[in-house]
């Protein structure tokens, strides 16, 4: 037997053909414990499945969020006199405005019977209190409303004009919190799923102490012997990404029904949106790196205590 | 090749397992390294392999001296010298062909290079029908025979073997003996740690005599046959 002969081939196809092995044996060592490797990528999809389903409620609230913006009416009340014939001319004349989209005017007996249902109160209770003319003006939807209620506040005949932004400011608000819980949410789970990984990997590595030991025994370099567990790691990051962006689709699939059922009670109609496929990049690339790195954080402790 | 040069080594706990120990291995050449167990056999073996580092003294290979080697040359060297272990250490999980392949996989050949090859030492070793099988399912001395394989597949200039024929019978015992010895023609420097006496009286090989961690003999090939000989029963 002649001495270390040809390799067949170049130290580059040397390299990417260890590479190959190692990515191989990954793949075997995950078939292997199919069960274990399952449970691994169900926990991480379930820590992942909980920022990916916020974010996506998140960007449909935002979406909903835009609707409301363009619904949003302004309330014109007129002058106690004005009666139903002014109350139609000063509504045909906003009407012609170019800022404004709709003018819908609400007599006082409808006015009433809201004001009635709206408190609970039966009609008599509330009593024979003077209810004005009230023009519902829906603005154009690029229009500045705080703008507008000034111009509306001059017109003729008009006594006071309401317009409730306030909830608009607090939903604003709210989805601040939302996606700033949205962030903090994303960085505790990407947390998690670096020391599930690596925690994994410890396991394994215990696991598979011997056959590290032998690796070594025979000549193999710590980068070889890390390699599997690196795949390993990347594999349990994708494949948790990948399940925790099906389940989100799944949640969304059975959330359509009541939230369309909902929407219909404001007349209107909801398009849940489903996360983007970049998100999904995101996740993975994401995930993936976390994977490597948890793997790495396990290998890397563990192969210093096996090598002399 | 090797050379022991004022070598102890103490673990820690205060087991001195080998002290002032030298020797020198020329390239090619074959020996046996004997004594009682507990002699230091393995420690001298598993020095050259640098699964130990000395206490004192230096280990030459190639005339590098390997208890100064960085970590990060240790899987070099390593593959330099195959070595065959008294308790195999094999991946038990795996089949026959993985384990042999180990070397190669290592050294990153192709797969085909690799089956051809593992099929060829597999030959040499009389294993050739039991590339599928798992290692559970061997013998003992079939393990001890895949362990050998594996040691030699990737051709190391040095080969180490502790107790080779531990777990086989004399007629598989000497057919491996002389699959060393064809190897060690064939130009691989050999050192075999092993009790079997009268085969090494046989093959009238250099024998090295270890006792209580000092070598107490260096015998040359025909003079061991020979003063073995007479001193027989």
Redesign the interface.
Known sequence: ?????E???GDL??????HG?SLLSSVGTLV?NPLTSALTIIVLAIALTLPLGLNTALVNLEAVHDNLDRLDSISVFLELDAGEDGARRVASQLSSWRNILAVDPVSPETGMRELAGATGLDRFEVGDVPLPWVLEVTPNSTVDIAELAERLRRAERVDMVVVDLDWVRRLDAILGVFSRLVILLAALFAASVLFVISNNIRTEIQRRR??I??????????G?IRRPFLYSGLWMGLGGALLAWLAVHAGLWMLKGPVEALAATYGASAELTAPSVQMLGLMLTGSGVLGILGAWVAVSRQLARI?? | MIRFEHVAKRYPGGVQALSDVNFELRRGEMAFLTGHSGAGKSTLLRLI?????PSRGQVLFDGKNVGRVS?RQ??????KVG?I?QDH?????RKVLDNVA??L???????S?IRRRVRAALDLVGLLDKENTLIPALSGGQQQRVGIA?A?I????VLLADEPTGNLDPELSEELMRLFCT?NE???TVLIATHDLDLVERLGRRTLVLKAGCMIDDRSGAGAGRRDGEAGP
Do not use: C, H, Q
């Open positions: 037997m002649s001495r270390m002969s390799r067949g081939g196809r040397a390299w990417a053909r260890r092995y292997r011997e056959e030991e032998i690796l070594a025994l025979v000549g193999a370099t710590p070889y090598n002399p | 392999a640098v699964l130990e580092r970590s240790i899987p070099r060297l390593r593959r070595v272990f250490k094999l991946l038990t999980d180990l070397p996989l290592i050294a990153g050949y192709s797969w290079e594996r030699m990737a051709k190391p200039p190897l064939l130009g691989t």
